[in-house]
């Protein structure tokens, strides 16, 4: 656990007092305390992991559960507005800005949760709704709304969300108008 928070904050500008590097700190320790197999043993790590995640939540704005898997040097920009859903998964090196949302598309589908690759950066007030994958190192714009897979390196924008540059060689790239036809309704 330690190393990997070294690495945090490492990724994090070595600024211990940025609220993501906080919010990250104690979604780490709630991930490590779930290792304790003792109930009794982990129950005041439990309530210690608790205090931790309302203060950034509550404090920061920051709603990083430790059910949902983040991976290494992820860097939450700016705190303010931050959702992530307890089910949803952030790869390595992925960037959140202000006001950005993973979660659930409907409540039908509680494990829907987006699904983040390696590299990722999201726009301030970026929402990427239900059981969406951004590919690999894919830039998704302020306040656009995904609601469709993303192409790995490419740049989505608008609402919904569309290919508005995408990496040569990829689908997107070669079909970039027609990638998120079906994700709106009205054709646009």
């Excluded at 983040?70 to 006001?99: P, S, T, Y």
Aim: aromatic content about 8%; charged content about 20%; proline content about 5%.
């Amino acid at each position: 656990m330690l190393s990997v928070i070294g690495e945090d904050y490492r990724a994090n500008g070595r600024d211990w007092t940025r609220p993501g590097f906080r919010a990250l700190a104690a979604y780490r320790f709630g991930v490590w305390r779930m290792g304790i197999r003792s109930k009794l043993l982990r129950a005041p790590f439990s309530i210690l992991y608790r205090a931790l995640y309302r203060f950034c939540r509550n404090v920061y704005g920051i709603e990083l559960p430790y059910s949902a898997r983040v991976g290494r040097k992820v860097i939450i920009e700016h705190q303010g507005g931050i959702v992530v859903h307890g089910a949803a998964i952030i790869g390595d090196r992925c960037i959140l800005r202000q006001n950005c949302t993973l979660g659930l598309r409907t409540l039908d589908a509680p494990n829907e949760a987006p699904v983040l690759m390696e590299g990722v950066s999201l726009g301030a007030g970026a929402v990427v709704l239900g059981k969406v994958t951004v590919g690999a190192n894919a830039m998704v714009g302020a306040n656009a709304v995904v609601l469709a897979d993303v192409p790995a390196g490419a740049v989505v924008v608008g609402v919904p969300a569309r290919v508005l540059r995408a990496s040569p060689g990829s689908a997107a790239f070669l079909h970039a108008p027609d990638a998120y036809a079906e994700a709106d309704p009205r054709g646009r």
